[in-house]
């Protein structure tokens, strides 16, 4: 078989453009979900009964249905209920629908991440910080989280790289990310088996930098704990 790059090299600009959009959706996505899932992971290491349930309840439904369906949820089923609701059409744009269901799934995961971290500091901790003197949430924001937060550096890099890869998934509703301009390409030159090796390469080139640059930050933090 004949496989012709010409197919990738002059689609170059727009699969340049696709990666970008996917970029941002990762990018903005991650960063929301890290600060739904900082508060969830607190609420989830609560005492207080409400939150204690009410962030399991959110952690095990985000977890345990498909993304395709809170895409889907979020892109015509909110829009449903708010239109019901308020008396008018109300539709989400497709680039606020992904954002929104990929930083609520990101958000259930980054939570038990957070959640892991907090629970591995030794309790022993929490308890000299107190005694200091600390409130519980100066000790958790001065002594806790910092320690979480180093320990989760891997597994959230883990979450980016599957956000990335997750995020191709939006092209169903039609959001011309980096998966539905091959899909656009592989359409328009019946070409798809150069189209979607193109894909991959783009895939494999973002995936490999962001584990790069958690590498990094691992190694960074860990030197500047043995300068401590």
């Not at 005492?47 to 204690?52: E, I």
């Not at 107190?130 to 883990?158: D, E, H, V």
Request: some cysteine; overall charge positive; glycine content about 8%.
């Amino acid at each position: 078989m004949d496989f012709r790059w010409n197919i990738i090299t002059n689609n170059l600009p727009f699969l340049f453009k696709g990666a970008s959009i996917t970029l941002q959706l990762t990018i903005i996505s991650v960063a929301i979900g890290t600060v739904i899932g900082l508060f969830v992971s607190l609420m989830r290491v609560s005492r207080f009964k409400p939150f204690l349930w009410l962030s399991m309840s959110y952690i095990d439904f985000l977890r345990g249905t498909p993304l395709l369906v809170q895409i889907f949820l979020v892109h015509m089923g909110f829009p449903q209920i708010l239109t019901e609701l308020l008396g008018t059409t109300i539709k989400f744009p497709v680039f606020v629908s992904a954002i929104i269901a990929l930083s609520l799934n990101s958000g259930a995961y980054i939570a038990e991440i957070f959640r892991g971290g907090i629970q591995s500091i030794e309790r022993g901790q929490m308890e000299a910080a107190r005694s200091l003197g600390m409130t519980y949430g100066q000790a958790m924001r001065y002594i806790i989280l910092p320690q979480a937060f180093k320990r989760s550096i891997p597994p959230l890099g883990n979450e980016f790289i599957a956000i990335l890869k997750d995020s191709s998934l939006v092209s169903v509703i039609a959001l011309q990310e980096l998966m539905m301009v091959g899909r656009i390409i592989a359409g328009r030159s019946f070409r798809p088996f150069e189209t979607f090796v193109g894909i991959a390469i783009f895939y494999l080139i973002m995936t490999m930098t962001i584990s790069q640059l958690v590498s990094y930050m691992e190694r960074r933090l860990g030197k500047s704990d043995h300068c401590q």
